[in-house]
C-alpha cells in the first residue's frame, strides 16, 4: 500500500507574514530536465485572509486526474473570485539550449512574478535565488508549502496540456505518455525517427547520441 505525501500548509507563508495580511508568493518551475517541450514556471498568490479546502500536495505527488481537478476547483473559486492569482512564463527549447540552466531558471521566476499584481514576500522553491525579491528559498517547499504546491500543480498541468498538443501533431514520439522526459519509449522513438527541431533539446540528447555512435 502507497503512502500519500503529507499535505502542504501555511507554515512558511506564516513564518514571511502571512497572518499579518502580508501577500505571500510562491513559484515553481516544471520541465527543467525533460528533453524536449518548454521549461514552465507558475507564479502564485493568494490573498492573506484565505483557507484553501482542498488538501494540496507537491504536483509530483498527484495524478494527472488530481491536478487537472484541483485546477479546475481553485480557478473556479479563488482565481475567479479574486482571492488567487496564477502568472506564467515559459523558455523555449532553443532558448534552454543556448542558456546556463540556474540563470534562466531565475529569469523565468522573475518573469512569472513580474506578471502578478501584488505581493510582499516570496518563497522559491529550491536553492537559486538572488536579491530581487524580499522572501525565502526553501528546497521542497512544493511539498510543504500551500502557495508554491498551488503554482508546482498550475505549471504543471500548464506544461502537460501542451505536451498533448504535441502529442497530436507528432503521435509517434508518445509525447502524451512520457510528456517529454527520458523514458524507455522516448528514446526508442528519437532513436527511430530522429529528434524534432525546436521541440526537442538537442544538447540535453547528447549522451544519447555518445551511446548510439
Not at 521549461?39 to 502564485?44: E, L
Not at 534552454?96 to 513580474?114: P, R, T, V, W, Y
Not at 498550475?154 to 496540456?161: E, L, N, Q, S, T
Request: proline share 4%.
Amino acid at each position: 500500500m502507497t503512502m500519500k505525501a503529507k499535505a502542504a500548509d501555511w507554515s512558511i507563508e506564516d513564518y514571511l507574514g502571512r497572518q499579518r495580511g502580508l501577500f505571500i508568493a510562491g513559484v515553481d518551475e516544471v520541465g527543467r530536465g525533460a528533453w524536449a517541450g518548454n521549461m514552465v514556471v507558475a507564479a502564485a498568490v493568494y490573498a492573506p485572509s484565505v483557507s484553501v479546502p482542498c488538501t494540496l500536495r507537491d504536483s509530483k505527488a498527484l495524478t494527472a486526474e488530481e491536478r487537472e481537478r484541483l485546477v479546475k476547483i481553485l480557478t473556479e473559486e479563488y482565481i475567479n473570485k479574486d482571492h488567487l492569482h496564477i502568472a506564467y512564463a515559459e523558455a523555449e527549447p532553443t532558448l534552454i539550449e543556448g542558456s546556463n540552466l540556474n540563470q534562466l531558471n531565475m529569469q523565468l521566476f522573475k518573469e512569472a512574478l513580474g506578471k502578478l499584481p501584488h505581493f510582499d514576500q516570496v518563497i522559491i522553491d529550491g536553492t537559486i535565488a538572488d536579491n530581487t525579491f524580499p522572501g525565502i528559498c526553501a528546497p521542497k517547499a512544493d511539498a510543504t508549502s500551500i502557495t508554491v504546491a498551488t503554482a508546482s500543480i498550475f505549471a504543471k498541468v500548464y506544461r502537460d496540456r501542451q505536451m498533448h498538443e504535441l502529442h497530436k501533431q507528432f503521435p509517434q514520439y508518445g509525447f502524451a505518455v512520457h510528456l517529454g522526459y527520458g523514458t524507455k519509449v522516448h528514446v526508442a522513438a528519437i532513436l527511430k525517427h530522429g529528434p524534432i527541431k525546436g521541440i526537442h533539446r538537442h544538447n540535453f540528447l547528447q549522451n544519447l547520441r555518445n551511446q548510439t555512435a
